[in-house]
């Protein structure tokens, strides 16, 4: 289901990237909008399982999504940079609670395969680091934090509709708040190399894990670009 979902997101962006025609026009500006969804990482629920007691119950591949980006554009190209996290819901069981967290921060770089200064769409790539955290508190004793920090890629398309305008916005120029909607796949490759935090805990077997999965986000946000004509774009 994920590698088909992914095919149609790869497929999808390279069709309109080559149907979509270009303005004759110049466009600048900037945008950034806060952003909440859904991530489904594969394994994650299995691998930290493996970190708590061999009585511990399943855990799951869900994830909350949850951070901001942040957009420079000019004409059909836009450069951004984000910092996000995803969030398990804790486990608690017989004085042992589980806690999965990850951080991603990454350079993006985009296309606008559609642009009518009310709709905006667009394809990113996005290349960075994360790191996955899973905590084992049990009463009486220090938690346990295992840490694996790895390099990840996003590929993403995003769908953006201005939903209010301001009203002293220049005629060339579309500024307002925009709501918009976002799927995207995340890339990394598998490591075994989980760091231990404090040291000096018995040593437990490592598995390997890769950071990849499926994500859906609504975004909100302001900005706002200004057009102007130009021979080319």
Do not use: C
């Amino acid at each position: 289901m994920m590698k088909s979902t992914l095919l149609l997101l790869v497929i999808g962006v390279f069709t309109l990237s080559g149907s979509s025609p270009a303005r004759a026009q110049s466009v600048r500006g900037s945008f950034g909008f806060f952003q909440l969804g859904y991530f489904n990482a594969p394994q994650s629920g299995a691998v930290a399982q493996t970190f708590a007691p061999d009585w511990f119950p399943h855990l799951n591949d869900h994830f909350i999504y949850s951070g901001a980006e942040g957009w420079l554009r000019r004409n059909r190209f836009m450069a951004g940079l984000s910092a996000s996290a995803l969030t398990a819901r804790s486990v608690s069981v017989q004085q042992t609670r589980v806690e999965r967290v990850t951080g991603m921060g990454q350079l993006k770089i985009s296309y606008v395969l559609f642009d009518n200064r009310r709709w905006l769409l667009y394809s990113a790539v996005g290349r960075g680091i994360s790191s996955s955290l899973i905590t084992v508190h049990q009463n009486g004793s220090e938690p346990v934090i295992w840490m694996l920090p790895t390099h990840s890629t996003d590929l993403s398309l995003h769908m953006n509709r201005l939903l209010v305008s301001e009203r002293s916005a220049e005629p060339t120029a579309v500024r307002g708040l925009w709501l918009g909607l976002r799927i995207g796949y995340v890339v990394s490759a598998k490591s075994a190399h989980w760091q231990q935090i404090p040291e000096g805990q018995p040593t437990q077997f490592k598995p390997e894990y890769a950071l990849n999965g499926l994500y859906f986000t609504l975004t909100i946000g302001g900005g706002g670009f200004q057009y102007s004509p130009s021979s080319r774009q």
